[in-house]
């Protein structure tokens, strides 16, 4: 079955410091994966797909099949990156329905 | 509009009574979710549309849950006889077309609040 696990439920960091969020999915084929942000009282926005490979807010994350991974990264964390963040897939039949990972609490600390 | 609206922002219902959301989507994007966030953040897929017709309804508690996405009319998730269980935010979420790769737009989401 299509999982997304996220094994931190908290991190902090102080401002500065080098950010990796963990994310590890389970899924048969080639998945389609993204990461969400919620900072706080906001909703929940796109952050980045990995079909993109783009850069976002300095956050890069890349698809590692091998172990069936996609880590969010930034080297250099700012106190405004503080929010809850989500990894997701997209479910392999043809419904496209996002399975969300429980999240992680990013604190940074000034 | 170019958000995904979502009302109300908080509902607060009785146990047994009947609790109605309502979400429109993007304009231009056909495919509309509705997901159930409970505690420890999990969340559930519930039913997709794309356009007025459902395209996924894996996820529904269809004993009390019904939803339905009508021309010119916001989209409606509807709980009949509510449980204490069925507390929980509800997102609703837009995306223009159906790919995989099709990024989803979340509405704020609508606390029910079963007391």
């Known amino acids: 079955a299509q999982r997304v696990t996220q094994p931190e439920k908290l991190l902090s960091v102080f401002k500065g410091a080098p950010v990796e969020l963990k994310c590890n999915y389970s899924?048969?084929?080639?998945?389609?994966l993204f990461w969400y942000v919620q900072y706080s009282r906001q909703r929940l926005q796109l952050l980045l797909r990995h079909i993109s490979r783009e850069s976002i807010k300095g956050f890069t994350a890349d698809l590692n099949k091998g172990e069936t991974s996609f880590h969010l990264k930034k080297p250099f964390a700012q106190e405004e990156d503080s929010a809850m963040y989500y990894c997701a897939l997209t479910d392999g039949g043809a419904t496209n329905k996002l399975i969300f990972g429980t999240g992680t609490l990013l604190a940074v600390q000034p | 509009g170019e958000e995904v609206a979502q009302t109300p922002k908080h509902l607060v219902r009785g146990e047994g009574q009947k609790a109605k959301l309502y979400c429109a989507p993007i304009k231009g994007h056909s495919y509309v979710f509705w997901y159930q966030q409970v505690l420890k953040n999990e969340f559930k897929f519930l039913i997709s549309f794309q356009n007025e017709n459902v395209f996924d309804e894996t996820g529904m508690p269809k004993e009390r849950f019904s939803a339905k996405c009508l021309p010119n009319s916001p989209c409606s998730l509807e709980i009949q006889a509510t449980k204490l269980e069925d507390s929980a935010v509800y997102f609703c979420?837009?995306?223009?077309?159906?790919?995989?790769?099709?990024?989803?737009?979340f509405g704020d989401g609508t606390r029910l609040s079963i007391l």
């Open positions: 899924y048969s084929g080639s998945p389609e």
């Open positions: 979420a837009s995306s223009q077309s159906g790919g995989r790769a099709q990024p989803q737009h």
